[in-house]
Each structure stands twice: as C-alpha cells, then as structure tokens.
C-alpha cells in the first residue's frame, strides 16, 4: 500500500517531536552518508569478490613431471 502525502507529513510531525528541528537537518546527514558507504561497500565488496574468483579459476597449477618421463623422452 503506497504512502500519501498525510502519511508522509504525519511520520514528518513525529519525527520533528522526537528529536527536535535543529537535529533534523543532521540526522538527515547522517543517514545520507551511511546509505552512501554502505552502497560503496556492498558494491566493492562483491566486484573484488568476483574479481579474486576469476583470477584463481584462470591460474591452473602446473603438474611437475616425472622425473623418469623425463629420461624416457632423452633416450627416444
């Protein structure tokens, strides 16, 4: 069920109670800043993730040869 305006202006009315006017503009801030860093890290985090994910399939270990392989292909 969407939000109208009364609503909006109300949870408004109760926050202005709660904290105050001059607190407002702050918390507004605040809560600004943490929604920003936490998209910057939830994003970063799973780009590194993938990253590191990648790179590990790409590297194959490469198996050491015999040593008796070795001296059966000298004496061919």
């Keep these: 069920m969407p939000m109208g305006g009364m609503e909006l202006l109300i949870i408004l009315v109760i926050i202005l109670l709660f904290f105050g006017a001059s607190r407002v503009p702050q918390l507004g801030r605040s809560l600004g800043a943490s929604v920003k860093e936490f998209r910057k890290e ?14 590990e399939s790409r590297e194959i270990p490469q198996a050491e040869e015999d040593p008796t392989t070795k001296e059966a292909r000298s004496l061919h």
């Design 42 to 55: 939830a994003s970063g985090d799973s780009d590194n993730e993938l990253e590191g994910e990648t790179k």
